[in-house]
């Protein structure tokens, strides 16, 4: 199992990302929940958003409303669209895939706002 994130890049504050989470040797949808995490310079990694195998949706409070995470079963990815982005949304961006005991983390992709 591997978990490919893109999408990261420079954007200025109040533009939009979209970051994506795409999964090889395995479905998608076989993972119980799918994660965001992200870690800003000299800060520990947080938690962004998960989806459950349900659809079931969390987010963390400094991101709701502004960001959505949603899975593609056909793309075998999950996302996460990412609005009204702000400086203090810089930070490499993280999936992370659970199923059972196991888990797997993506490779960052990195992600700066700033004008």
């Known amino acids: 199992v591997q978990l490919q994130a893109s999408g990261g890049g420079l954007v200025q504050p109040g533009g939009s990302l979209r970051l994506s989470c795409a999964a090889s040797?395995?479905?998608?949808?076989?993972?119980?929940?799918v994660e965001w995490y992200r870690q800003a310079p000299g800060k520990q990694r947080e938690f962004v958003a998960q989806?459950?195998?349900?659809?079931?949706?969390t987010y963390a409070d400094p991101v709701k409303g502004r960001f959505t995470i949603s899975r593609d079963n056909a793309k075998n990815e999950v996302a996460l669209q990412m609005n009204s982005l702000k400086p203090e949304d810089t930070a490499v961006y993280y999936c992370?895939?659970?199923?059972?005991?196991?888990?797997?983390w993506g490779q960052g992709t990195q992600v700066t706002v700033s004008s």
């Open positions: 040797g395995t479905v998608v949808y076989s993972f119980r929940a």
């Open positions: 989806i459950t195998t349900s659809g079931f949706l």
């Open positions: 992370h895939a659970l199923r059972a005991s196991f888990d797997w």
